[in-house]
């Protein structure tokens, strides 16, 4: 399983990589090798205000349907369409071409809340 170390995770295995007041989010690679062939994603759009740990979306698999929650709070400033158009792409690529969401944040000490890699790398373990 890979894990980058620039990185911050929720237990829920989303992923959030905070570039200044901007956090690209996604899921684990955790996350899409558990759920398997990816089949669809919808994120929240455009402008739309999410929650730390709130809803962001929806994730389906040939095997489950997950909910996607925001490891960050703030406004939804851009969806990856390539994402919502070829879902499979999360399978292959979470950590880059696969991201879900930029979300302009509005509280940038969030990220306190949330396991750094080494961090994730431990809990991964115990599952």
């Known amino acids: 399983m890979e894990v ?4 911050f995770y929720t237990k829920e295995h989303e992923w959030v990589k905070v570039d200044e007041n901007k956090g690209i989010v996604g899921i684990t ?4 090798q558990t759920l398997g062939d990816i089949t669809f994603v919808e994120v929240a759009s455009v402008g739309k205000d999410v929650s730390q740990f709130g809803y ?3 994730i389906e698999s040939v095997k489950a349907a997950s909910d996607i929650f925001s490891p960050v709070s703030g406004k939804v ?3 990856n369409e390539k994402a919502t158009v ?3 792409i999360i399978n292959t690529s979470p950590y880059t071409d696969g991201w879900l969401a930029i979300i302009e944040m509005s509280a940038s000490d969030e990220v306190k809340n949330l396991m750094t890699a080494e961090q994730y790398k431990e809990y991964i373990k115990n599952l």
Not at 4 to 7: A, E, G, M, T, Y
Not at 29 to 32: G, I, L, M, P, V
């Open 4 to 7: 980058r170390d620039s990185f």
């Open 29 to 32: 690679d955790y996350a899409s």
């Open 56 to 58: 962001l979306g929806t």
């Open 77 to 79: 400033i851009e969806v």
């Open 86 to 88: 070829s879902p499979e």
